[in-house]
């Protein structure tokens, strides 16, 4: 692994953690509490890529797993994992490589609505779908009930799409990534 890639890495799980310092919102509606580390999730696959952005969840997810207190709240180890917001975190490097993917498989075309969208498929659909699942399968709760319960995260949650589409375009205009990752591979191969 180059040590670009780790470093990459690194910043954005250390950005996840920091996201983590704002509070939790709590609902009565669901035990999932609402978090801004989803900005995180969403900026790390638009503007790493999907290798470095899955890679960046990854590290943060394990980090949570041995106990680092890195979730709002100060929250860390495998009780939170398997706990109601179990399914959502372990999304996170998954919705991250899908976002990268996209914005990868995309680049030229890349304008604020695609960017919106593909936010909008990774960091909402995707975690909702697994986290949805999860919380449902943990807290034996029909899944149509726990999706229902979901549907409190959305104001906050298309806020967080537009300002990560809107940094995430603005970023990657004046210091492409992951085009000059491309770039540089080519000349690589061109060596």
């Known amino acids: 692994m180059k040590l670009r890639t780790m470093v990459y890495a690194s910043l954005f799980a250390a950005i996840i953690g920091a996201l983590g310092l704002l509070p939790p919102i709590v609902t009565p509606f669901t035990p999932v509490p609402i978090t801004a580390q ?4 969403m900026l790390a696959g638009s503007i790493l890529g999907a290798k470095r952005g899955g890679l960046s969840l990854l590290v943060f997810v ?3 797993s041995i106990g680092v207190p890195l979730l709002s709240g100060g929250r860390g180890g495998l009780g939170v994992l398997f706990g109601p917001s179990g399914g959502y975190i372990m999304a996170w490097p998954i919705a991250a490589f899908f ?4 914005v990868e498989l995309f680049w030229k075309k890349l304008n604020i609505g695609l960017y919106i969208a593909i936010n909008v498929a990774g960091g909402i659909i995707l975690v909702y779908a697994l986290g949805v699942t999860y919380l ?3 807290t034996e709760t029909p ?3 726990a999706a229902w319960a979901a549907l409190v995260f959305i104001p906050g949650d298309l806020v967080k799409v537009v300002a990560a589409s809107l940094l995430a375009r603005q970023i990657n205009r004046v210091y492409p990534l992951i085009e000059r990752d491309k770039n540089v591979h080519k000349a690589s191969k061109a060596a």
Do not use: D
Not at 99 to 102: N, P
């Open 143 to 145: 899944w149509t009930k």
């Open 62 to 64: 394990l980090l949570v």
């Open 38 to 41: 989803t900005l995180g999730v």
């Open 136 to 138: 449902s399968f943990i």
């Open 99 to 102: 976002i990268g993917f996209l």
